[in-house]
């Protein structure tokens, strides 16, 4: 929790980027890939909010990257977020669907 913190400090009132990838393979060859980023602004916090944050969040946040999940109360981490949510989650899901739909793996 300790690194998490630090972490966390580090980043307030910066904006960093995370990258996700997908790939779809089918019978060892490479058929679709896509590398999708997303922008994230980390607004500045007080010590309190930090302390509150990390202890309302708990042990979930050290399996994050970033020490955060968007998907409880690390969104009030943020001031801006640019980019899709489903590429902050780890997949960019949209591209994904496109592509499957497009080999008829799903509806149309």
Known sequence: ???????????????????????????????????????????????????????????????SVGAYRLEGVGAQLFERIEGDYFTILGLPLFPLLDFLRSEGALLR
Request: aromatic residues 6%; glycine residues 4%; positive net charge.
């Open 1 to 63: 929790m300790a690194d998490a913190r630090r972490q966390l400090r580090e980043l307030q009132g910066r904006t960093h980027r995370l990258v996700s990838a997908v790939a779809v393979v089918s019978e060892s060859l490479l058929r679709w890939k896509h590398i999708a980023e997303a922008r994230l602004t980390m607004r500045a916090f007080s010590k309190a909010f930090l302390d509150s944050y990390v202890t309302d969040a708990g042990d979930d946040i050290l399996q």
